[in-house]
T-cell receptor, first 114, second 111 residues
Framework: ETGVTQTPRHLVMGMTNKKSLKCEQH?????MYWYKQSAKKPLELMFV???????ENNSVPSRFSPECPNSSHLFLHLHTLQPEDSALYLC?????????????FGPGTRLTVL | GQQLNQSPQSMFIQEGEDVSMNCTSS?????WLWYKQDPGEGPVLLIA?????ELTSNGRLTAQFGITRKDSFLNISASIPSDVGIYFC???????????FGKGTSLLVTP
């Protein structure tokens, strides 16, 4: 049973829209992550937050803007996206942003950019 | 990040058969994880391995952390239709925060 929830589950947006993805973890973890999952490609890490501070940004375009107001919530703000940004966006959390801490995933938001 | 080689890419088996899949890396890992992902859902953790040589079971699933620390395998015994899904291996080393993921093994089980 996942303790990580994501909303919305599905999102369709135009290239000029602004939208936000939300993630909430109920596990008491201190680290949260955003991943992108495209067809036939390994999961790609986008951002890592530890205790609400961004500790990793994997060369993600500025049209993706993360926000972590507290250790339980993580947002991904989207604007002027491209069709190739269509993918499943997964949020994960772990006890700490350590190298061997097990990450637990949410169900994902299926994003389609028209 | 480092890419893992996961094989096979897909498997099509009959209910009751045993399944084996593996992952290899060119680098040493300190943690190996196995996840299962159902369509439209996020990956769910099946087994976590933290020591070289470790053999861990979770019901019909068994996974091992290779002695060289560069590989891991997952076995599923007596498969059932609900085992259908994509299985991912993931590993982490001493650098960075990222889990390195394989491309997944797609498993289909026929009744």
């Amino acid at each position: 049973e996942t303790g990580v929830t994501q909303t919305p589950r599905h999102l369709v947006m135009g290239m000029t829209n602004k939208k936000s993805l939300k993630c909430e973890q109920h596990l008491g973890h201190n680290a949260m992550y955003w991943y992108k999952q495209s067809a036939k490609k390994p999961l790609e890490l986008m951002f890592v937050y530890s205790l609400e501070e961004r500790v990793e940004n994997n060369s993600v375009p500025s049209r993706f803007s993360p926000e972590c107001p507290n250790s339980s919530h993580l947002f991904l703000h989207l604007h002027t996206l491209q069709p190739e940004d269509s993918a499943l966006y997964l949020c994960a959390s772990s006890h700490a942003a350590g190298i061997s801490d097990t990450q637990y995933f949410g169900p994902g938001t299926r994003l389609t950019v028209l | 990040g480092q890419q893992l080689n996961q094989s096979p890419q897909s498997m099509f088996i009959q209910e009751g058969e045993d399944v084996s899949m593996n992952c290899t890396s060119s680098s040493i890992f300190n943690t190996w994880l196995w996840y299962k992902q159902d369509p439209g859902e996020g990956p769910v953790l099946l087994i976590a391995l933290y020591k070289a040589g470790e053999l861990t079971s979770n019901g019909r699933l068994t996974a091992q952390f290779g002695i060289t620390r560069k590989d891991s395998f997952l076995n599923i015994s007596a498969s059932i239709p609900s085992d259908v899904g994509i299985y991912f291996c993931a590993g982490s080393s001493n650098s960075g925060y990222a889990l390195n993921f394989g491309k997944g093994t797609s498993l289909l089980v026929t009744p």
